[in-house]
């Protein structure tokens, strides 16, 4: 069994502004001097939670977040294009009051996340191309590290994708973001991509 522990990313400037970030990698999703000093307190967590490897997604929001965790032991960070945020295509950097304004049909309220169909006039990724490549990546990494324990340095969207898939449901928009900073826990049996959810979003 695999254990794995989701972290969203520390907050960063376009989370205070409420900017849909997706893709974006600008100064504007940095993390805030707040968010860095918040994101230490995590340093401890390889030690507690015995971490074995950490995977990170390469925007630089999570690669500041998994650098500053992983100071004292930087030869267990790896980076990943699969852990990437979900692409908003032309939504990448726009203010979501102004998404709701425009798109309101694309964007739902109570969960503060676009739907499903949303790519179709965002022209961003689809649900269905971000899911795959996160299976995969569960999938594989299930296999090359059983029995071991990684940390995952990642984002609201990915979260929500793998947390749904172990509840077999097709979107993970049907679930409130995780906080920056909260943790997920799954349990995934080698070569599967679906898992056992143990917490979510927690502190």
């Not at 900073?181 to 799954?186: D, E, G």
Request: proline fraction near 3%.
């Amino acid at each position: 069994m695999t254990i794995f522990y989701l972290l969203r990313h520390g907050q960063t400037y376009a989370n205070q502004k409420g900017i849909l970030q997706g893709c974006l990698n600008t100064s504007l999703t940095y993390l805030t001097p707040a968010a860095r000093q918040a994101t230490q307190r995590y340093q401890n967590f390889l030690d507690s939670r015995k971490i074995d490897q950490v995977f990170s997604s390469p925007l630089i929001r999570a690669v500041q977040t998994s650098q500053i965790i992983c100071h004292h032991d930087p030869q267990i960070l790896h980076f990943d294009n699969r852990l990437t945020e979900l692409s908003y295509g032309q939504w990448n950097g726009m203010a979501l009051t102004e998404i709701k304004q425009r798109f309101a049909r694309y964007f739902d309220p109570f969960f503060q996340e676009v739907v499903v169909s949303s790519s179709e006039i965002s022209q961003g990724e689809s649900f269905a191309h971000a899911q795959a490549r996160v299976y995969d990546f569960l999938q594989k990494q299930s296999v090359s590290f059983p029995q071991q324990r990684l940390l995952l340095v990642t984002h609201g969207w990915i979260i929500k994708t793998i947390v749904a898939h172990c509840f077999e449901q097709v979107a993970g928009n049907i679930f409130l973001t995780p906080a920056n900073l909260s943790v997920t826990k799954i349990e995934v049996t080698p070569g599967n991509s679906c898992g056992r959810v143990i917490y979510f979003n927690q502190f």
